[in-house]
């Protein structure tokens, strides 16, 4: 099962960025996303869509956790 944390930190590593990075691209801070992706929280409506935008993420992929 991938959860939205490990799906967006592979998103990052995809694109060969550091938390920093990453974060800064997509409007949040370092520890907001480290949050995320460890599963600490859920990305806000305004981080899902900076992904989509930034990275055309599709939001379905995103939370189906079947996949």
Do not use: C
Not at 11 to 19: F, G, P
Not at 24 to 44: H, V
Not at 51 to 60: Q, S
Request: aromatic letters at 8%.
């Amino acid at each position: 099962m991938n959860t939205i944390g490990e799906k967006v930190k592979a998103i990052r590593k995809k694109h060969n960025l550091n938390q920093i990075d990453f974060a800064d691209t997509i409007g949040i801070s370092q520890g907001r996303l480290s949050e995320i992706e460890q599963g600490k929280t859920k990305p806000s409506a305004e981080t899902l869509n900076e992904l989509r935008k930034k990275f055309y993420v599709d939001l379905n992929w995103l939370f189906d956790e079947d996949d």
